[in-house]
């Protein structure tokens, strides 16, 4: 069995296949049919390479305003670290809207509403203290 932060094979699945296939779904109109799912695009911040993936997300307050995104076995991805320090530009596919963000991690202390926000949507169990969150926040809609 695999330990909490080890890659599976459907997890590999899911990020070759599943994931690609989602990403392009948003990226179009029919986007606003998956809700509570948004893509990401970026750019790395050692590499310099554009890499696009799929996320949940949760809206932290009003409709317009930041998304929350909370990296469920931070110990197997790597691209949160991108957001790690100052807010990095990030752009958000998101019920079929194409959204200028910025993203950074937030500091322990920071974490609450954003929590509650993401638990509100996708249950109690969705996110731990521990858990890396993510705010994203519209540059322009």
Same mark, same amino acid.
């Given at each position: 069995m695999a330990g909490p932060y080890e890659t599976t094979p459907s997890f590999a699945v899911t990020n070759r296949f599943a994931n690609p296939v989602t990403g392009a779904i948003? *990226? &179009?109109r029919a986007g606003w049919a998956f809700g509570r799912?948004?893509?990401?695009?970026?750019?790395? *911040?050692?590499?310099?390479? &554009?890499? *696009?993936?799929?996320?949940? =997300? =949760?809206?932290? =307050?009003?409709p317009d305003g930041p998304l929350v995104v909370v990296v469920g076995k931070p110990g197997a991805k790597t691209w949160w670290r991108n957001f790690r320090g100052e807010a990095q530009p990030v752009t958000v596919w998101f019920r079929g809207r194409r959204i200028a963000a910025t993203a950074t991690v937030l500091a322990p202390d920071e974490r609450g509403p954003a929590i509650d926000a993401y638990q509100q949507v996708f249950g109690a169990k969705a996110a731990t203290s521990d858990e890396p969150v993510i705010r994203i926040v519209p540059t322009q809609r």
């Open positions: 948003l *990226r &179009t799912l948004v893509a990401l695009e970026y750019v790395g *911040r050692r590499s310099g390479a &554009t890499h *696009r993936l799929v996320a949940q =997300a =949760a809206l932290e =307050a009003d």
